[in-house]
């Protein structure tokens, strides 16, 4: 780099120029250093929580926003970063891959353009060492003006960037896959052998959160191959391999299940590395045996291989999640998902031809009444439906029941469980009385579950029909997408006739999308179908169930896990 300091010209920066540097460079840095990952790349892929969030957290941290600047000169760099408040030293590197971006989308050539990097160190909320990357396309003579004027204004080169923790082909293939998942896009990379590292570039899919609109995931070392399959916009080096991965999906759910059952969480340790031979007999099993399901969960993200000791693996935040005792805990759901509804899907052909749910054709009977003869089973699959909670969690701001809990008035929860969002919603607001309307067993299940607020509840045993009157919010949260349509209609009637003109009915539920983006209630969709008949709706759809039993949508809004609270009342 130059040190020449020519005076400026109209087509050279000039201070006012510099001054929008170092306002960005500024902000950059406080962006930098106020972010958490996993809340961060939640906000990066809207969607993206719970396991795999956990999961995607235990691979990558973030670590650099970027951003590019076009300084005449060294020194004017070096005044640009100590006036934005970082460290106007370090080395500044070539950077190849902007380079070539940068050549290759204004039609010059590689040579003509000096491109360096400075990372700067900025530090996290907790003390982790991150940084400001920061681009320089230095131009003393003034002859890439117009490109450093554009890329100002577009600001293309700005991004974010997750390192990866000891990448390999499949951790890299499994996160590039979870980014394009979640609605991001390849938008180029490369191989820098100055610093012996591979970027991924991705364009953030439009519903991100940040002001960033493109992301890196930075891997150490020479991954060409996997950059060759980012570049070509392949999921993989050959259709066959996408194909084997969504085969083996079946193996990882009973691998997840076999996990939770030999509760091998409870066992690990996420500080402290065991191998299979101090685990075995912890467990029960065969230390050849358990070493081969250790190394699964590896490669899925449940447990992690320390480094350096091969063959002794630590619990990763994803696998504590299998524990009983976790918060959030997703125990009995791994079991439910490696059980019952494993070999209901066994029969998701016959559901296709038949209409009949694959549950049905299993087990002979309806998904209901086969738990309700199996307390232990039932049990279990009532604690499942907690590993859902976290989509309650702004329930208790909705205006609709802050409203009612300003009046100290009365929230009616049917088949509400055993009273997970009911007890959260009477804990938020001591004002508020409560009405659990469920099966016997799972009121009794209920009354234990929500301890000292059970005192501002009662509880009815009954089915639908049973709805009570004279109630000022009513809840249906994860019911309707268990039936068919004509089932819903007779259980909002019912809902409709026992609701007082002027009462609200919440109805929580994921909401089908009207266009191919992936969705979790595409996936629920098919499972609904198979296990219980039923299924998940579009907004529109809801509006003429609600419409056909006297009842009007007034709006609905997005929750946490992609579900939505749909409010109605009395047309």
Same mark, same amino acid.
């Given at each position: 780099?130059t040190?020449?300091?020519?005076?400026?010209?109209?087509?050279?920066?000039?201070?006012?120029?510099?001054?929008?540097?170092?306002?960005?460079?500024?902000?950059?840095?406080?962006?930098?250093?106020?972010?958490?990952?996993?809340?961060?790349?939640?906000?990066?892929?809207?969607?993206?929580?719970?396991?795999?969030?956990?999961a995607?957290t235990?691979r990558?941290?973030?670590?650099?926003?970027?951003?590019l600047?076009?300084?005449?000169?060294?020194?004017?760099?070096?005044?640009?970063?100590?006036?934005?408040?970082?460290?106007?030293?370090?080395?500044?590197?070539?950077?190849?891959?902007?380079?070539?971006?940068?050549?290759?989308?204004?039609?010059?050539?590689?040579?003509?353009?000096?491109v360096?990097?400075?990372?700067?160190?900025?530090?996290?909320?907790?003390?982790?060492?991150?940084?400001?990357?920061?681009?320089?396309?230095?131009?003393?003579?003034?002859?890439?003006?117009?490109?450093?004027?554009?890329?100002?204004?577009?600001?293309?080169?700005a991004?974010?960037?997750?390192?990866?923790?000891?990448?390999?082909?499949?951790?890299?293939?499994?996160?590039?896959?979870?980014?394009?998942?979640?609605?991001?896009?390849?938008?180029?990379?490369g191989?820098?052998?100055?610093?012996?590292g591979?970027?991924?570039?991705?364009?953030?899919?439009?519903?991100?959160?940040?002001?960033?609109?493109?992301?890196?995931?930075?891997?150490r070392g020479d991954?060409?191959?996997?950059?060759?399959?980012?570049l070509?916009?392949?999921?993989?080096?050959?259709?066959a391999?996408?194909?084997?991965?969504?085969?083996?999906?079946?193996w990882?759910?009973?691998?997840l299940?076999?996990?939770?059952?030999?509760?091998?969480?409870?066992a690990?340790s996420?500080?402290?590395?065991?191998?299979?031979?101090?685990?075995?007999?912890?467990?029960?099993?065969?230390?050849?045996?358990?070493?081969?399901?250790?190394?699964?969960?590896?490669?899925?993200?449940?447990?992690?291989?320390e480094?350096?000791?091969?063959g002794?693996?630590?619990?990763?935040?994803?696998?504590?999640?299998?524990?009983?005792?976790?918060?959030?805990?997703v125990?009995?759901?791994?079991?439910?998902?490696?059980?019952?509804?494993?070999?209901?899907?066994?029969?998701?052909?016959?559901?296709?031809r038949?209409g009949?749910?694959?549950?049905?054709?299993?087990?002979?009977?309806?998904?209901?009444?086969?738990?309700?003869?199996?307390?232990e089973?039932?049990?279990?699959f009532?604690?499942?439906?907690?590993?859902?909670?976290?989509?309650?969690?702004?329930?208790?701001?909705?205006?609709?029941?802050?409203a009612?809990?300003?009046?100290?008035?009365?929230?009616?929860?049917?088949?509400?469980?055993?009273?997970?969002?009911?007890?959260?919603l009477?804990?938020?607001?001591?004002?508020?009385?409560?009405?659990?309307?469920?099966?016997?067993?799972?009121?009794?299940?209920?009354r234990?579950?929500?301890?000292?607020?059970?005192?501002?509840?009662?509880?009815?045993?009954g089915d639908?029909?049973?709805?009570?009157?004279?109630?000022?919010?009513?809840?249906?949260?994860?019911?309707?997408h268990?039936?068919?349509?004509?089932?819903?209609r007779?259980?909002?009637?019912h809902?409709?006739?026992?609701?007082?003109?002027e =009462?609200? /009915? !919440?109805?929580?539920e994921? @909401?089908l999308? %009207?266009?191919?983006? $992936?969705?979790?209630?595409? &996936?629920?969709? #098919?499972?609904?179908?198979?296990?219980?008949?039923?299924?998940?709706?579009?907004?529109?759809?809801? =509006?003429? /169930? !609600?419409?056909?039993?006297? @009842?009007?949508? %007034?709006?609905?809004? $997005?929750?946490?896990?992609? &579900?939505?609270? #749909?409010?109605?009342r009395?047309?």
């Amino acid at each position: 780099m130059t040190t020449t300091s020519p005076a400026p010209t109209a087509d050279r920066p000039t201070p006012a120029d510099a001054a929008t540097d170092v306002e960005r460079l500024r902000a950059a840095a406080g962006f930098v250093r106020e972010q958490e990952t996993p809340d961060l790349l939640a906000r990066v892929l809207p969607g993206l929580d719970g396991p795999e969030l956990r999961a995607m957290t235990e691979r990558c941290r973030f670590a650099h926003a970027a951003l590019l600047v076009s300084p005449p000169d060294e020194r004017v760099l070096r005044a640009e970063l100590a006036a934005a408040g970082l460290s106007p030293d370090g080395e500044a590197r070539p950077s190849v891959v902007v380079r070539d971006r940068l050549a290759a989308r204004h039609g010059r050539g590689a040579g003509e353009l000096d491109v360096r990097i400075l990372r700067p160190t900025v530090y996290g909320p907790g003390g982790e060492r991150r940084a400001v990357e920061v681009f320089v396309l230095t131009d003393p003579e003034g002859s890439a003006a117009a490109v450093a004027a554009e890329e100002r204004a577009a600001d293309r080169e700005a991004h974010l960037a997750f390192d990866v923790e000891r990448p390999d082909p499949l951790v890299l293939r499994g996160l590039r896959a979870g980014f394009l998942r979640h609605g991001a896009t390849p938008d180029g990379g490369g191989y820098n052998p100055h610093e012996d590292g591979t970027v991924f570039y991705f364009a953030a899919p439009d519903e991100t959160k940040t002001p960033y609109r493109r992301v890196e995931l930075y891997a150490r070392g020479d991954h060409r191959d996997v950059l060759a399959e980012h570049l070509a916009g392949r999921p993989s080096s050959h259709p066959a391999e996408t194909l084997l991965r969504l085969l083996t999906g079946a193996w990882t759910t009973q691998a997840l299940a076999a996990c939770a059952e030999l509760r091998l969480p409870e066992a690990m340790s996420p500080s402290t590395a065991r191998g299979a031979e101090v685990l075995a007999p912890v467990v029960g099993a065969r230390p050849e045996n358990l070493a081969t399901l250790l190394r699964y969960l590896a490669m899925v993200g449940v447990v992690a291989e320390e480094p350096g000791a091969r063959g002794s693996f630590r619990l990763t935040d994803a696998g504590l999640l299998l524990r009983e005792d976790a918060e959030g805990s997703v125990r009995a759901l791994a079991l439910m998902y490696g059980g019952p509804f494993y070999e209901s899907f066994a029969r998701l052909a016959h559901t296709v031809r038949t209409g009949e749910p694959g549950f049905e054709d299993r087990y002979g009977e309806n998904h209901f009444d086969h738990f309700a003869r199996d307390p232990e089973l039932a049990a279990r699959f009532d604690r499942s439906m907690t590993a859902s909670a976290p989509m309650f969690d702004p329930l208790p701001q909705h205006p609709v029941v802050t409203a009612a809990a300003a009046g100290g008035r009365t929230v009616v929860d049917i088949a509400g469980g055993t009273g997970e969002l009911l007890g959260r919603l009477l804990t938020a607001h001591p004002a508020l009385r409560g009405v659990l309307l469920e099966r016997s067993h799972v009121v009794e299940a209920a009354r234990t579950r929500l301890g000292t607020v059970a005192e501002r509840c009662a509880f009815l045993t009954g089915d639908f029909a049973d709805v009570p009157p004279d109630g000022d919010v009513y809840v249906l949260s994860r019911v309707l997408h268990d039936w068919d349509d004509e089932r819903c209609r007779e259980i909002l009637r019912h809902c409709a006739a026992a609701m007082p003109p002027e =009462a609200d /009915l !919440l109805i929580v539920e994921r @909401l089908l999308p %009207v266009d191919p983006t $992936p969705s979790l209630a595409t &996936a629920w969709d #098919l499972h609904m179908m198979c296990n219980t008949g039923g299924r998940e709706r579009t907004a529109a759809a809801y =509006a003429r /169930l !609600l419409a056909d039993a006297g @009842l009007a949508l %007034v709006g609905h809004s $997005p929750l946490p896990l992609e &579900a939505h609270v #749909l409010h109605a009342r009395r047309r």
